[in-house]
C-alpha cells in the first residue's frame, strides 16, 4: 500500500473547540477584530472564511481550554483506515458521532484531533 501515503491532503476544515467562558469573547474577536467573512450560524457553530477553510467556532460546555481539530481528506477512506491502522494510528469513533458520514475521527501522537473524510470531487 505504498500509494496510501500520498493520498492524504488539507481539509476544508478547521474547529476551534472553545470554552464556553471565552466563546463570546472568541466569537467577537474573528468577527469584529478581525473582521473575518462571517458565514453565519450553521449546526451550532459560528463558521468563518479563513482563506480556502471554513473556520468553525464551537462552544464546548465542559472544556477548560480550547481546542483545534483539524480535517484531512483521503482518495479512499477504507484504505486510508487500513494504512493508519498498519501505522499504529488508532481509530478515534468516540469523539463525535457524524451520522451516514464515510469519515471517521483519529489523532495524532499529541493528541490532535483529525477527521479523515473522502475528497470532494471537483465538477
Not at 92 to 101: F, P, V
Request: glycine share 4%; with cysteine; aromatic share 14%.
Amino acid at each position: 500500500m505504498e500509494k496510501a501515503n500520498r493520498e492524504f491532503k488539507g481539509g476544508k476544515n478547521i474547529a476551534l473547540k472553545i470554552p464556553k467562558f471565552k466563546y463570546r469573547e472568541t466569537v467577537h474577536f474573528y468577527q469584529e477584530v478581525l473582521k473575518l467573512p462571517y458565514l453565519g450560524f450553521i449546526s451550532e457553530s459560528h463558521a468563518f472564511q479563513f482563506g480556502d477553510i471554513t473556520l468553525w467556532l464551537d462552544c464546548m460546555d465542559n472544556y477548560s481550554q480550547s481546542d483545534v481539530w483539524l480535517e484531512i481528506q483521503a482518495d479512499n477512506v477504507k484504505n486510508a483506515a487500513v494504512y493508519l491502522d498498519d501505522n499504529y494510528i488508532n481509530r478515534r469513533d468516540e469523539i463525535e458521532l457524524h451520522e451516514n458520514s464515510a469519515g471517521y475521527w483519529i489523532s495524532d501522537p499529541c493528541g490532535t484531533i483529525l477527521r479523515v473524510n473522502p475528497k470532494e470531487e471537483i465538477m
